[in-house]
């Protein structure tokens, strides 16, 4: 298999306060919420670099499209990395999420391995990691 990864999808409790937190909070861009005319279709996409976006689906949806149960959710199932060029630019990063109504579990800090990061939950109490890594030169 060739990775062909073009969407994240990213399960939800309340899809309004989720597409706000992302496109109003953080300012990713977004034409909002598309699929209201279909039942278990309403979905946001958010756009990130290059042809990846985000999705944000209700869980309820996830769970009723697979034929899965829906579960409780754990915000330790997976972590999403935004990998930034500076120290400065991870300190900015998590003040705009914390401004948005992210909560920071893990304040901004320099790390074992020599980088600099800290943890922020979105609304939904999904992981993001901001990141610096001085080995990774080209993200400037």
Do not use: C
Not at 92 to 107: D, L, R, Y
């Amino acid at each position: 298999m060739q990775a062909r990864i073009t969407v994240i999808t990213l399960g939800v409790d309340d899809l309004d306060r989720s597409l706000a937190f992302y496109r109003d909070g953080l300012g990713l861009a977004s034409e909002g919420i598309v699929g209201k005319e279909f039942e278990h279709g309403a979905v946001a996409f958010v756009q990130l670099q290059g042809d990846l976006r985000l999705a944000l689906w209700p869980r309820s949806s996830i769970a009723q499209d697979t034929g899965l149960p829906l579960r409780p959710a754990s915000p330790t199932d997976m972590t999403l990395g935004h990998n930034v060029a500076s120290k400065a630019e991870v300190d900015a990063v998590m003040q705009q999420a914390k401004s948005a109504g992210a909560t920071v579990v893990k304040p901004a800090q320099e790390t074992f391995w020599g980088g600099y990061a800290g943890y922020f939950q979105d609304p939904d109490g999904h992981l993001w990691e901001v990141v610096w890594n001085p080995q990774w030169t080209d993200l400037t």
